[in-house]
T-cell receptor, first 115, second 112 residues
Framework: AQSVTQPDIHITVSEGASLELRCNYS??????LFWYVQSPGQGLQLLLK??????LVQGIKGFEAEFKWSQSSFNLRKPSVHWSDAAEYFC?????????????FGKGTKLSVIP | DTGVSQDPRHKITKRGQNVTFRCDPI?????LYWYRQTLGQGPEFLTY????????KSRLLSDRFSAERPKGSFSTLEIQRTEQGDSAMYLC??????????FGPGTRLTVT
């Protein structure tokens, strides 16, 4: 079955430490890939997206993500976390050829930052 | 670009009552989506409009749910005879003909 998996429900890091959030997908063909961030009580903001080409993509707020076809993964990284990065992060996909472009989300990873 | 707006932001209702939510998309966006997010879960797709036409509905959208987008502008999502299981955040998003979208702040529904 098609799915998006974020294996870590909750991650805590110290401010200034590096961060990696994991995302794996199970689709027949590589879908369009996204990371969204949601602050408490807020809607979702697009951090970055991957359609094709360079497998390392840069996003907003200093985030980057690497697509690895062999591992069906699209992990999100940040070299130095700021307290304001505390939020919930969602990996999402859109299957290629889907006319509606509806997103399928993982369950999310909640990031806590220790000052 | 004033963003996607939703009204109300919070709604508390008693079981069995009807509720209606409104979404105003980014003005030039032709696509509009509704998602539902429950605690501890990612958002789940409910329905999708292209202009005024409702082109896709999820099996999550039971007969008690109805959505409209008259004239291809704002959209409304109505839930009739609310149940406690309807308690969730209802998110609206809009886009052009591209596979990514702008989300609104959501309407949090609590059914007591």
């Amino acid at each position: 079955a098609q799915s998006v998996t974020q294996p870590d429900i909750h991650i805590t890091v110290s401010e200034g430490a590096s961060l990696e959030l994991r995302c794996n997908y199970s689709y027949g063909a590589t879908p369009y890939l996204f990371w969204y961030v949601q602050s408490p009580g807020q809607g979702l903001q697009l951090l970055l997206k991957y359609f094709s080409g360079d497998t390392l993509v840069q996003g907003i707020k200093g985030f980057e993500a690497e697509f690895k076809w062999s591992q069906s993964s699209f992990n999100l990284r940040k070299p130095s976390v700021h307290w304001s990065d505390a939020a919930e992060y969602f990996c999402a996909v859109v299957p290629r050829g889907a006319g509606s472009y509806q997103l399928t989300f993982g369950k999310g990873t909640k990031l806590s930052v220790i000052p | 670009d004033t963003g996607v707006s939703q009204d109300p932001r919070h709604k508390i209702t008693k079981r069995g009552q009807n509720v209606t939510f409104r979404c105003d998309p980014i003005s030039e966006h032709n696509r509009l989506y509704w998602y539902r997010q429950t605690l501890g879960q990612g958002p789940e797709f409910l329905t999708y409009f292209q202009n005024e036409a409702q082109l896709e509905k999820s099996r999550l959208l039971s007969d008690r749910f109805s959505a409209e987008r008259p004239k291809g502008s704002f959209s409304t999502l109505e839930i009739q005879r609310t149940e406690q299981g309807d308690s969730a955040m209802y998110l609206c998003a809009s886009s052009l003909d591209v596979p990514y979208m702008n989300f609104g702040p959501g309407t949090r529904l609590t059914v007591t």
